[in-house]
């Protein structure tokens, strides 16, 4: 795969990403498909746009 289709391929993913955001109902759902846009952003070589802070992460407790 060559280095442009690369970055199409990551800015399609950080699109994506973002449209999950978007359309979330958790909070925490909506942290991490923000969080994953911003990584496809990076890897797209672009920019990252401001996102809200991810939401704390849950701890499980393990019985």
């Given at each position: 795969?060559?280095e442009l289709?690369h970055a199409?391929?990551?800015?399609?993913r950080?699109r994506?990403?973002?449209?999950?955001?978007a359309?979330?109902v958790s909070?925490?759902?909506?942290?991490i498909?923000?969080d994953?846009a911003?990584?496809?952003?990076l890897?797209?070589g672009?920019?990252?746009?401001t996102t809200?802070?991810p939401?704390?992460?849950?701890?499980?407790?393990l019985?």
């Amino acid at each position: 795969m060559s280095e442009l289709n690369h970055a199409e391929y990551y800015r399609s993913r950080e699109r994506h990403a973002r449209i999950m955001a978007a359309s979330a109902v958790s909070p925490e759902i909506r942290a991490i498909h923000a969080d994953f846009a911003d990584r496809y952003a990076l890897l797209a070589g672009k920019e990252m746009p401001t996102t809200p802070a991810p939401a704390p992460r849950l701890q499980l407790a393990l019985s």
